[in-house]
């Protein structure tokens, strides 16, 4: 609808400041032309709205103006408590100012939009952790946050995977990141302006945390959305670099899509060939064979691995093992 788009760009301009028609496009999804109509649109109407031509230019609204258009939708109004994380905002100590945001949004909002926003409340509530993850412990989320907040180096004594398990590290934090109820630092690890290319290192992996009185600016034009989407991306790339055929029984290949993952319950459910004893053939991708030769060896009799040989060799020596083992007589 135009009317919302124009309240939109308004909203943009006096929340943002000097921007661009091509950033305005980007930002509403429409043409760079959408937008010059709707700036004409805009100052037709007596918004005090002017823009500069040439490097640098775009459009702003005169110093001082606000705008009284901030009423929400019924929809908005959902939306806005549905986003509330109460329990992220406590961990990062800001539980309370949370409480006290949505109950100012609340006492402003017409009484039908309050009791929209109320039952939004009771009956969705967002429990991000998985059902077998522990719940980390992160003792230096506050100052992790602060230091984020501030932009303010750190120096830390962090636990990771490989040797030297542990090691010192002097980061300029750019952001923290909330996935699926675990918090992940993006954060350089140079020293000097801009500080290094972004790294992400777990908070709960984080063992003493110093903050230094160094200030820091992140690289020009960094993202931290977008860093993150590029790390999945990448990520989501390097996890599955080989495959294995396999057959599953028919309840091995119901099982596969439950317990192996997206990726190889897609193998099965749009590659699998059923033959002619009921079992299903298909080529699965796999981690490495470490990986998969523990989550084969959980579907049981359920599975045969039929290729690469060394992953079927290698179940197969596991399989010998456990029959010696439970064959011999108890001690």
């Known amino acids: 609808m135009r009317a919302g788009r124009l309240i939109s760009l308004l909203l943009l ?3 943002r400041g000097r921007m661009t028609a091509h950033q305005l496009a980007d930002e509403l999804e429409v043409s760079v032309r959408t937008v010059y109509r709707d700036v004409e ?3 037709a109407a ?8 040439g490097h640098g230019g775009g459009y702003q609204l005169l110093d001082g103006y606000r705008t009284r258009l901030t009423g929400l939708t019924a929809d908005e109004a959902q939306a806005v408590f549905l986003a509330g994380l109460p329990g992220p905002a406590a961990e990062l100590g800001l539980g309370e100012v949370l409480a006290a945001a949505e109950l100012k949004l609340r006492a402003a909002l017409p009484a039908e939009l309050r009791e929209q926003a109320g039952r939004i409340q009771e009956r969705f509530h967002l429990d991000a952790p998985g059902w077998y993850g522990n719940v980390d412990e992160t003792p230096h989320l506050a100052a992790v946050a602060a230091a984020v907040w501030g932009r303010h ?6 636990r990771r995977w490989k040797a030297p398990t542990e090691v010192e590290r002097r980061l300029e934090p750019y952001g923290l990141v909330l996935k699926a109820g675990r918090w992940y630092l993006v954060a350089g690890a140079g020293g000097g302006a801009g500080g290094g290319s972004a790294r992400t290192y777990r908070v709960d992996q984080i063992l003493e945390l110093h903050p230094l009185e160094e200030r820091f600016e992140p690289p020009a034009g960094f993202d931290l959305a977008a860093h993150w989407r590029d790390r999945l991306a990448d990520f989501h790339a390097r996890l599955h670099t080989a495959e294995a055929v396999v057959r599953l029984s028919p309840r091995g290949a119901a099982r596969v899509r439950e317990q192996l993952g997206h990726a190889a319950g897609r193998a099965v459910a749009e590659g699998g060939v059923v033959e002619a004893d009921g079992w299903t053939r298909a080529a ?7 990986h998969a030769h523990g989550e084969f060896l959980k579907l049981g009799a359920d599975v045969e691995v039929l290729e690469p040989p060394a992953l079927r060799a290698r179940l197969a020596a596991t399989v010998r093992e456990l029959a010696d083992r439970y064959g011999a007589q108890p001690p």
């Open 13 to 15: 301009l006096q929340n």
């Open 41 to 43: 649109a805009l100052a």
């Open 46 to 53: 007596g918004i005090p709205l002017y823009g500069d031509a």
């Open 153 to 158: 180096a750190v120096r830390v004594r962090y």
């Open 284 to 290: 699965v991708p796999i981690e490495s064979l470490d």
